[in-house]
């Protein structure tokens, strides 16, 4: 079941940065958040995820509340092809692990 | 980063026949695979986890004599829809995580598409 709350959609001017957020206010301690996005008609794409400190990778980073209780994605200068569905789910993260989606938010990035 | 393929990229089927989907995780070993159906505008819903192996194991509400799914190697696991409805008609992802590594994030096949009439 999914446990996260993200807006339903945001726009983005190009090259601005994107800031995602998501709640997750009943996040356990050993879970850790994810987010991947999907482009219309393609397989999920893995960006990023963490369990308590901040990360960053060449995509995007990610910022997570010191109670954990909410998280943003940031996209640092959107271009036109991170237009896409981004989910944001919490889990324990282990190989034999369910992901459950939720609705996630529609991201346009306007030229 | 880890490759999963699915195959067919879409299919169109006649109402009453069965369908076979398969995902393969292309340069890694899964011990356990997934597969998720998604319908126009809505989100992924995970359908069953797939183990190598042994039985499938199936989320509330998804028929497992309907949705057969086997999982033979740790590189192939299929999913048969049986006596395929209109209503079957969906958008088909399955996804894996390396065995035996410290990885944590799924990869994600490109999906099939199947078409009842």
């Known amino acids: 079941d999914a446990k996260t709350t993200q807006p339903t959609s945001m726009d983005c001017a190009e090259g601005r940065a994107a800031n995602l957020p998501c709640n997750h206010s009943?996040?356990?301690?050993?879970?850790?958040v994810y987010w991947y996005r999907q482009i219309h008609s393609q397989g999920p794409q893995y960006i990023i995820h963490g369990l308590k400190n901040n990360e960053t990778n060449e995509m995007a980073s990610l910022i997570i509340t010191e109670d954990r209780k909410s998280s943003t994605l940031i996209l640092p200068h959107a271009t036109l092809r991170d237009t896409a569905v981004y989910y944001c789910i919490v889990r324990v993260a282990s190989t034999g692990n369910q992901f459950y989606f939720g609705t996630g938010t529609s991201l346009t990035v306007i030229p | 980063g880890a490759v999963v393929s699915q195959h067919p990229s879409w299919v169109i089927c006649k109402s009453g026949t069965s369908v076979k989907i398969e995902c393969r995780s292309l340069?890694?070993?899964?011990?356990?695979m997934f597969w998720y159906r998604q319908f126009p505008k809505q989100s992924l819903m995970l359908m069953a986890t797939?183990?190598?192996?042994?039985?499938?194991?199936?989320e509330q509400g998804v028929e497992k004599d309907k949705f057969l799914i086997n999982h033979a190697s740790l590189t192939l696991s299929t999913l048969t829809v049986t006596s395929a409805h209109p209503e079957d008609s969906s958008f088909y992802i399955c996804?894996?995580?390396?065995?035996?590594?410290?990885?944590?994030?799924?990869?994600f096949g490109p999906g099939t598409r199947l078409t009842v009439l």
């Open positions: 797939s183990n190598e192996g042994s039985k499938a194991t199936y």
């Open positions: 996804s894996a995580s390396p065995y035996g590594t410290t990885y944590n994030e799924q990869f």
């Open positions: 009943t996040i356990s301690g050993n879970e850790y």
């Open positions: 340069d890694f070993q899964a011990t356990t």
